[in-house]
């Protein structure tokens, strides 16, 4: 199947070059998924998809064009090329469009970093799976209602092919659980979760650890009261001091500091964390969630240390971005079946610190831990950052009553400039963070 499928799509490129193209890429997807979700032990959703599609890029002079298709017929593969060739040549130049130089050459079919578990689930596994986090989850005392508990498996393959030469595919392969219940009763309720995503089943977290771990969660953030008005100190709980990476790659896309609508976009080799800082993007982590052997542009792809102690070193570049800011991209081009290739990062993660998490908080006299987040008023353009969030109060360095309906104010060039890292760092999520201490934080409460 995939020597065929190859050679169809290295016929579709020679289709492009007879229509009058100047160069051509065409990305390949096909995917099969199973998801089932499970709700106080009646199944909701027992759900099978397949599909595939391809996406036919040309280029025309300084023109290009890209569109979609489901229709994987060779026969129709003529009139799909002309169409996209007439639709290049009636758009507007682009002057920073085109394949990728220092592109690989080659036919490439290995799969190095163990991206497909050829363990595929059966549905009533799945259910059972569901089912046992959801029980799991109900045996802990003060959970009085489930929000639903889930399982899933996914399958993908990937395949890319350019008209300079390059041919090439992997598979991926993903299994998650996940929990979520709640606790109390009337308006006193509280929601909580816990969820689990991993490349290969065996390294996948029992879905009756997730539903303790999400019961548990739902009842200690029972009876909350509203937090004072004020500066805090602010410590946050892994699942969501990873938003925190989310905005800072946001903010070094290099599609945004072309367009020079980021705060960081005159930050190039200075230091915007703490001392200290390291981030890292490493797309070869063996069975990593968002690892791949090459890049959307079939460059070959490498781990980047974004920050290292606080200094900011790269953007985040694919060949258009590279090409508009006078520079080389670094391989990472990501690419869908919905439009052309756009930077973005792989495995991200803050590099872990040196202390424990209790450390990070052991000299707060009074302070916030924050579990869960919500809105966003996050501004790229200036920093700005408000969001709103529950947790728990710190006093005197350790955790204490639960908290809710307050948000969270600051700049994020000041956040970053203030977090101190705990060592509890994991790579459950694709972009990951250990616990982080913030120091530049206002708090509107009650």
Known sequence: MTAHLLNLLSDLLDHTKRAGADAADVLFLS???????VRNDVVETLERSESQGLELRVFVGKKNATVFTTTIDPSRFKDFVERTIA??????EDHYAGLAPQALTGVFESNTLALEDPVEPSTVHLLERARHGENAALAVTGVTNSAGSSASWHRTQIALATSAGFTGTYYKTSHA???CVLAGTGQDMQRDYDYHQTVWLEDLTEAAVLGHNAGQQ???RLNPTRPRTGHYPVV?????????????????NGAAIARGTSFLKDSLGQKIF??????TDDPHRMRGLHSCPFDGEALPIAPLHLVQDGVLNTWILDSRSARQLGLQSNARAARSLHGPPTPSATNLFFEAGTCSPQELMSDITEGIY??????SAVNLLTGDYSRGATGFMIRHGQIAEPITEFTLAGHLREIFASMTLAHDLSFRFGVDAPTIRVDALN???A
């Open 177 to 179: 659980n996940s929990v």
């Open 31 to 37: 995917g099969t998924a199973v998801n089932v979700d």
């Open 218 to 220: 739902a009842v200690a």
């Open 87 to 92: 639709m290049a040549r009636i758009l507007p």
């Open 274 to 279: 703490a001392q200290g800082v390291h981030i």
């Open 443 to 445: 708090l509107a409460g």
């Open 236 to 252: 946050f709980h892994p699942r969501v001091a990873s938003s925190f990476l989310s905005y800072f790659i946001r903010a070094i």
């Open 370 to 375: 924050v579990t869960e987040m919500m809105g």
